[in-house]
């Protein structure tokens, strides 16, 4: 049984940190491109992250300096870390894997994030 569970989220004052892991089981970790995807109140999912298995990554621009993807294929984990935060970063974030040859993706239930003072 294939799952992805993301760490918890929560609150976070604009401009503080926070850092997201997810955690894939049932699956070849290290075969999978993996990354973080958002959803905002009253908008479209939108990709935030994402590393492939060969370690490439890209970044939604609007994150771009201020986020930083990384796995650990070891672990079978993949991390967000999020700096300067601000409050259109307010979203459920989702973590998911797609699989290089197959292209099947798997998503995680996703964790809230909310920035505000």
């Known amino acids: 049984q294939v799952q992805l569970v993301e760490s918890r989220g929560g609150l976070v004052q604009p401009g503080g940190s926070l850092s997201l892991s997810c955690e894939a089981s049932?699956?070849?970790?290290?075969?999978?491109?993996v990354g973080w995807s958002r959803q905002a109140p009253g908008k479209q999912r939108e990709l935030v992250a994402r590393?492939?298995?060969?370690?490439?990554?890209i970044y939604a621009d609007s994150v771009k300096g201020r986020f930083t993807i990384s796995r650990d294929n070891t672990k079978n984990t993949v991390y967000l870390q999020m700096n300067s935060l601000k409050p259109e970063d307010t979203a459920v974030y989702y973590c998911h894997a797609t699989n290089r040859w197959t292209l099947v993706q798997k998503w995680g239930k996703g964790t809230l994030v909310t920035i505000s003072s």
């Open positions: 049932g699956i070849a970790f290290s075969q999978y491109a």
């Open positions: 590393i492939s298995a060969d370690d490439t990554i």
